[in-house]
């Protein structure tokens, strides 16, 4: 098994974790990002959309990290993911959606190329685009967790695909200075993800092509 990845790449992060917390062994392929290795003509035959991750299985490929998560958990169903119960799943899956369509989607490298490109939008500028992206999901998540983790410290008793995804986005968010004082509960549920190896050993800083002070 194979992953073509970068670092600090929040979606390559989330396969990470997922991979780690099934149990599976895999190897990492670097694709940097910084460079635009992803753009070059070797890696658009791996990925004609030029996209990170990708998750290479007995010779076939599999772009698009929420499609990975999902292959992962139908393919390898032990330890599952998701919450068992349906109302559950559908709650953490909404809730897991929601950052990775409504603050990736906005903050992905792509997007903040684009703006700074074709808008000319100064470093200030995208340090605000970040920052609204990430409170329009943030604040209502924190409202739904401050609820859901009443008597537990993860919102659906184990840990699974929600924080997956949750985790980079934290991760991202600090990287872009974007100020997390606001939501105490998210703070919280990253801090003990990061207490759990699996997570651990998925963090940009951890990774192979993580550079070396």
């Given at each position: 098994m194979t992953l073509y990845s970068y670092y600090r790449s929040s979606t390559s992060f989330r396969v990470r974790i997922a991979l780690n917390l099934k149990g599976l062994d895999y190897r990492i392929v670097p694709v940097n990002l910084a460079t635009a290795e992803h753009r070059r003509e070797e890696f658009l035959q791996i990925n004609p959309f030029g996209g990170l991750p990708v998750l290479e299985i007995d010779g076939q490929r599999f772009p698009q990290s929420l499609a990975i998560l999902e292959m992962l958990e139908e393919r390898y169903p032990t330890p599952p993911l998701w919450p068992q119960d349906p109302d559950s799943r559908a709650q953490a899956r909404a809730l897991a959606y929601s950052i990775a369509t409504d603050i990736h989607g906005m903050n992905n490298l792509r997007t903040l190329n684009y703006l700074r490109s074709d808008w000319a939008a100064t470093p200030?500028?995208?340090?605000?685009?970040?920052a609204h992206w990430v409170a329009v999901t943030f604040e209502p998540l924190e409202a739904q967790l401050q609820a859901l983790c009443v008597d537990q410290p993860l919102p659906f008793g184990d840990v699974g695909l929600f924080e997956a995804i949750l985790v980079p986005q934290v991760y991202s968010a600090r990287r872009f200075k974007v100020d997390l004082d606001p939501y105490p509960n998210i703070q919280r549920i990253e801090a003990v993800c990061m207490g759990i190896d699996a997570?651990?050993?998925?963090?940009?800083?951890?990774?192979?092509?993580?550079?070396?002070e």
């Open positions: 200030e500028k995208i340090s605000a685009w970040i997570i651990r050993r998925a963090a940009p800083e951890t990774q192979i092509d993580a550079p070396r």
